[in-house]
């Protein structure tokens, strides 16, 4: 008989929201407390991670499993690439023990997640790797949630765009979709401005940012933003 392969251990990837603990679904609640090990992705090793703040009440020993990995956030591929070999390297060392593992990621996993870059490089190293996702509520519907805004209704056209895209592309989003949300916003909010005025759509558009946690900020009257330093996890809906 030949010799019996090692197990190799479940990867999840849990969406754990968008900031306010309590909107973990209950399925990420089960798997968080019962895997032996938590991948948080932090940015340097002082970063406060807000992946971590959600899940850190969850039960008594959740600070005791997790493991933090390093996730910059780099213009330089090369580099960029480096760290997430890094961050696969770590998991897998778990995972080639038998060890389930959970990978934490704010908003939904597959939605602009880090869990996605990770999960790819995993699955370059080690295809056999079994991975599951656990979705999370995404920063997107809770921003629509917390002002009350219908993202689409009856055929009404959605689209989901970074705010780092062309002018062309973004005009052409504008005007085709009855509503558009903008991701990644914070470095590109003055030419997005600009756009909108030109297209008579500010009185149209609400910027959100950190949406359900203690931070969180609505602001329907963008123009007030103009030449302020505006925060990483914030987005744009425009709703025609």
Known sequence: MGEKKPKIGRLYGVGVGPGDPELLTLKARRVLTEVPVIFVPVKSEEDRSIAE?????????????????????????????????????????????????????IGDPLLYGTFIHVMKTLQMNHPEIEVEVIPGVSSINAAAARDVIPLASD?????????????????NALENYDTVVFMKVNRVFGRLLGILEEMNLKDKSIYIRRCTTQEEEIVRDIDLLKGEKLDYFSLLIVRK
């Open 155 to 171: 055929d009404d056209n959605i689209a989901v765009i970074s705010g780092n895209k062309k002018d062309e592309i973004i005009r």
């Open 53 to 105: 703040s959600i899940i850190t009440d969850l039960s008594p020993d959740v600070k005791s499993k997790i493991t933090r990995i390093i996730l910059p956030m780099l213009r330089d591929k090369k580099k960029l690439q480096e760290y997430r070999q890094q961050a696969a390297d770590i998991i897998w060392h778990h995972l080639s023990q038998g060890k389930d593992g959970a990978f934490v990621n």
